[in-house]
């Protein structure tokens, strides 16, 4: 599903490149369930956000189900990501001004998904989440873990084939942090969604297939 070349990435001080990202080349397989690990500014983050394509590598090839990203326009890239791809963030990024109804409903908006369908999938999302009784509440009527929760709705409604996840459990405690780790196995046992998470949680990683350990911007063997 993904393959990274040699992908680097690089911030210019001056003269100087400090490298944030450097020799990076990954096969992820659709149905893969992997942990991206490593210390404080390993540059995990960085590499989330270049698979999600939100971020442009400095050089290397990167193919997401065939078509090569680094030759797509960014008007293309984001028709890509789109399409495909649901994130997770630790700080929810909810929209402020709408309700939880409408921040899910907003992927499917930019999907051109029509109104009824639309309606039905809101619907459903809530009613698997538990969050019926949420739905005309702002983000911040909700508690963190509840935020999180639709947050993560919000990266499901799309039925995306990938999701990618930075910190998913960041800010939760450890029960709501085990409900999401199991719903995130589930996903990925069940309906083979691939998953690709940045935790420093060694228990977190445990749910997952496969672990990508970052250090000083480059992997260490697998
Ligand atoms: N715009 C930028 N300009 C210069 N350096 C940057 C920029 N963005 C990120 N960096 C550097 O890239 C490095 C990697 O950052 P990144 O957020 O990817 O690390 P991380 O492994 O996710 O860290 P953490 O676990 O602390 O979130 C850091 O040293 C950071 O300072």
Known sequence: ???LKNIERYF???NVKNYVLRYITADIKKGDF???MGPSGAGKSTLLNIIGMLEEPTAGEYYFMETPVHTLSEKQRIALYRTHIGFVFQAYHLLDDLTIYENLETPLMYQN???SERKARVAEILDRFN???KKDLFPAQLSGGQQQLVGIARA???RPQLILADEPTGNLQSKQADEIMHLFQKLNQEEKVTIIQVTHSEKNATYGNRILQLMDGEFMDE
């Open 1 to 3: 599903m993904i393959q």
């Open 12 to 14: 210019s001080n001056g």
């Open 34 to 36: 992997v942990s991206i």
């Open 113 to 115: 998904v029509k109104a």
């Open 131 to 133: 969050m019926v009784a």
């Open 156 to 158: 499901l409604i799309a």
